[in-house]
């Protein structure tokens, strides 16, 4: 008998699970220098900030934190947070900004280029 298995393709959004955190802040300030941080940004072609948002959401995994997933009407800048559990034991914490860059003319755009700025931490169980 022969068993003919389809591929599957695995991403690490696999391996993240939403857990939300509560004071968040007070969560992100207590780690101080002991987390494992990383920086990087992403250029994402959107129309709006709440659809980068969106998207950002759904391609992590992750859990918005506090409420932080809808910005405000027709704010020009929007600080989210977010949180999970990768591989069932690491936590991991996300704070970013979305935010339009400046435009040098005054021509409508159909799309904004957000810049998105992550910036992350990795800690043990016992933080929180």
């Given at each position: 008998m022969h068993c003919l298995a389809k591929p599957i393709t695995v991403s690490?959004?696999?391996?993240?699970?939403?857990?939300?955190?509560?004071q968040f802040?007070?969560?992100?300030t207590s780690l101080g220098d002991s987390?494992?941080?990383?920086r990087?940004?992403?250029?994402?072609?959107v129309p709006d900030i709440a659809t980068t948002l969106a998207k950002v959401i759904a391609a992590s995994g992750m859990a918005p934190c506090e409420g932080s997933h809808m910005p405000d009407d027709g704010a020009r800048a929007h600080?989210?947070?977010l949180s999970g559990v990768?591989?069932?034991?690491?936590?991991?914490?996300?704070?970013a900004q979305a935010s339009p860059p400046c435009c040098r003319d005054r021509r409508p755009m159909r799309a904004v280029r957000l810049p998105l700025t992550l910036c992350h931490v990795v800690f043990p169980n016992s933080c929180w």
């Amino acid at each position: 008998m022969h068993c003919l298995a389809k591929p599957i393709t695995v991403s690490p959004i696999a391996f993240m699970v939403p857990a939300a955190v509560e004071q968040f802040d007070r969560v992100w300030t207590s780690l101080g220098d002991s987390a494992e941080t990383s920086r990087a940004k992403f250029n994402l072609d959107v129309p709006d900030i709440a659809t980068t948002l969106a998207k950002v959401i759904a391609a992590s995994g992750m859990a918005p934190c506090e409420g932080s997933h809808m910005p405000d009407d027709g704010a020009r800048a929007h600080m989210f947070m977010l949180s999970g559990v990768y591989c069932g034991k690491s936590k991991v914490l996300v704070r970013a900004q979305a935010s339009p860059p400046c435009c040098r003319d005054r021509r409508p755009m159909r799309a904004v280029r957000l810049p998105l700025t992550l910036c992350h931490v990795v800690f043990p169980n016992s933080c929180w």
